[in-house]
């Protein structure tokens, strides 16, 4: 059995994102048909076209963290799955850096496939997690999703 950090909020570079990576591939060889891994990373450009120097991620982690798993436990639940796994990292980032990934284990493709769009959309809304752009030209801004 591998061995597969908890869903939650990891500060940037606490957490091994390719090993986590490796562990999940060795979870419960043979049981899952599927493993499906959604990585987010830090955008360049903001929604109003700005250039982004940086993205800051804070977060109240004692109800991220509960709130992660949530997500996770009703995923299992809804769509079947055999596992799911939510990792979000705080911290500064610069564009183009992991900032969050998810993890699927599904016997069923059609499972699988299905339940990760309702993981991503629930962990963008719902997590108490806030992010702040940081522009090139030196202003920034709090953003509401």
Not at 72 to 86: A, G, L, P, S
Not at 106 to 122: H, M, N, T
Request: proline share 3%; charged share 30%; aromatic share 14%.
């Amino acid at each position: 059995m591998a061995n597969i950090p908890e869903s939650g909020i990891y500060e940037k570079g606490k957490l091994d994102f390719i090993n986590v990576l490796s562990e999940a591939l060795k979870r419960d060889p043979g049981k899952d048909g599927i493993i499906l891994y959604y990585i987010g990373t830090v955008k360049d450009l903001s929604r109003d076209g700005k250039k982004v120097k940086q993205l800051y991620i804070e977060a109240y982690e004692e109800l991220a963290n509960k709130k992660l798993k949530e997500i996770c436990y009703d995923t299992v639940n809804k769509f079947m799955v055999n596992e799911c796994r939510i990792y979000h990292f705080s911290g500064y980032f610069s564009p183009g850096e992991t900032l969050v990934f998810a993890i699927i284990w599904s016997r069923d493709r059609s499972q699988g496939l299905s339940a990760l769009p309702y993981v991503i959309e629930r962990y963008k809304k719902e997590p108490t997690i806030w992010k702040k752009e940081i522009y090139e030209d030196g202003t920034s801004k709090w953003l509401e999703e």
